[in-house]
């Protein structure tokens, strides 16, 4: 008696995924990424630059797409260029947008932003979409950094491209030796034509 229930149960799990793959192969998909760089362009002051990737990785176009980041407190951060959101009319299966801001701040500490929120309409249903971004690392905006080592940098390109230069450098003096002419070889020549 507990084989029929279960295979019942199992036909109706089977019939409930099939059911939802074929809904969400022909809707939008929206996927945002939100990258946030830190800079210094003075003393007590931070930038932050933001920058919000979405794209539709669904089978249909994504309509009056809407983006809106508003996690930043405004006490704490001052708007330089561009806004914090953004409508798109439509975003085609396959396509992707991009938006950028940038903002200012003077406080310093550790701040955690949250995900940006974004809602597009899909023609099929009445009720707008949601979806949200990638959250943002903790940030700690004017944090005491260690200076950077002066070499890191050829430090780096030495382990990365320093075998090749090495193997490089070998073939050509090898190259080198056995094309161009001996001293030896030319002061012979010229004892022998006298």
Not at 73 to 95: M, N, R
Not at 146 to 154: E, T, V
């Amino acid at each position: 008696m507990a084989t029929p229930r279960r295979s019942l149960l199992l036909l109706l799990v089977l019939v409930g995924l099939a059911a939802t793959a074929a809904a969400v192969g022909d809707a939008p998909f929206v996927v945002a990424h939100k990258k946030v760089a830190l800079s210094r362009p003075g003393p007590g002051v931070e930038r932050v630059a933001v920058t919000l990737d979405l794209y539709n990785q669904g089978a249909a176009t994504a309509y009056d797409v809407s983006l809106n980041d508003d996690s930043w407190p405004q006490e704490a951060f001052e708007i330089v260029s561009g806004s914090t959101s953004k409508i798109v009319e439509k975003l085609d299966p396959g396509a992707t947008a991009s938006h950028n801001f940038v903002l200012e701040t003077k406080v310093q500490g550790r701040f955690q932003g949250s995900p940006a929120v974004i809602k597009y309409r899909v023609p099929s249903k009445a009720a707008l979409q949601e979806a949200y971004s990638t959250p943002t690392l903790p940030l700690d905006i004017l944090a005491e950094r260690p200076p950077q080592q002066k070499f890191q940098l050829a430090k780096r390109l030495a382990g990365k491209y320093g075998p090749l230069v090495s193997v490089v450098s070998f073939v050509g003096v090898f190259v080198y030796l056995v094309a161009s002419p001996s001293k030896s070889s030319a002061a012979k020549g010229s004892k022998k034509r006298r």
